[in-house]
């Protein structure tokens, strides 16, 4: 079985996470500029290696687009042209970055590691990817 790799794409950073071979565990990998995500996977992934990206889809709480639903659609295309046949999946990503910085707080992390906000995008990616795999029953 291949990875999945879920992506929080933000203006500035993107945080990635990805499962284990057996797709049981949702782990935080990194923070990468957004600018130089696309080279960062080619460099890293091949697509026998994954079996879907999973991005963060945001959505405010009554279910529309926000200012950076847009981006992410973007993101989605481009990675769909240069990892075809790998799926591109759009994930409710509400609640993730509060979420992850709970998830912060209460693993000890100090706060002034926390205040970084690279550390927070690779939590929230963690955390849509758990989500993903609660929802699909993996």
């Known amino acids: 079985m291949a990875q999945l790799i879920a992506l929080d794409i933000g203006e500035k950073r993107t945080g990635i996470a990805e499962t284990d071979e057996l797709q049981i565990i949702a782990s935080p990998k990194e923070t990468v500029l957004t600018k130089q995500l696309l080279t960062h996977l080619q460099n890293w992934l091949s697509p026998e290696r994954v079996e ?10 009554q279910g529309q687009a926000t200012d950076n639903t847009q ?7 481009r990675l769909e042209k240069h990892f075809k046949p790998v799926p591109v999946v759009l994930h409710d990503e509400r609640f993730t970055s509060k979420m992850a910085a709970l998830s912060l707080v209460k693993s000890g992390v100090k706060k002034k590691k926390r205040q970084q906000k690279g550390a927070l995008d690779a939590v929230s990616a963690a955390l849509i990817l758990e989500d993903y795999l609660k929802a699909k029953g993996l």
């Open 52 to 61: 879907a990206f999973i991005l963060g889809y945001p959505l405010n709480l």
């Open 71 to 77: 981006r992410v659609l973007d993101w989605k295309a």
